[in-house]
Nanobody, 126 residues
Framework: QVQLVESGGGLVQPGGSLRLACTAP????????MGWFRQAPGGGREGVSC????????YYDGSVEGRFTISRDNAKNAVYLQMNNLKTDDTAVYFC???????????????????WGRGTQVTVSS
């Protein structure tokens, strides 16, 4: 089972920025497309962004496009999510996942995906 570790969350004011990181201590991410998902309190898990193995193709949910940037550094075995101009609606626990389904605006985990990490809490509040 893949162990993914998310980090970089925190408390930030509206308009602020955070950079999340996803690493895998015993798993090579380089050969896998990766995605970021989030789950707000009382809500379901939703897709935020995904990136192909090369880093050249990226996808974003409409609610974050233009504010968030996904990237990867295969040499460091890490995937990042730069989040700018954060809004209170971005408050959620953020998770990364391997091999998401990314087609246009659709960003979903693979059916039955279960290798979720603990996630990292992002709280946007004044």
């Amino acid at each position: 089972q893949v162990q993914l570790v998310e980090s970089g969350g925190g408390l930030v004011q509206p308009g602020g920025s955070l950079r999340l990181a996803c690493t895998a201590p015993e798993f090579a991410l380089a050969n896998h497309a990766m995605g970021w998902f989030r789950q707000a309190p009382g809500g379901g898990r939703e897709g935020v962004s995904c990136i192909d193995t090369t880093g050249r193709r990226t996808y974003y949910d409409g609610s974050v496009e233009g504010r968030f940037t996904i990237s990867r550094d295969n040499a460091k075995n890490a995937v990042y999510l730069q989040m700018n101009n954060l809004k209170t609606d971005d408050t959620a626990v953020y998770f990364c996942a391997t091999e998401p389904i990314c087609m246009g605006r659709r960003i979903d985990p693979q059916p039955g995906y279960h290798s979720w990490g603990r996630g990292t809490q992002v709280t946007v509040s004044s």
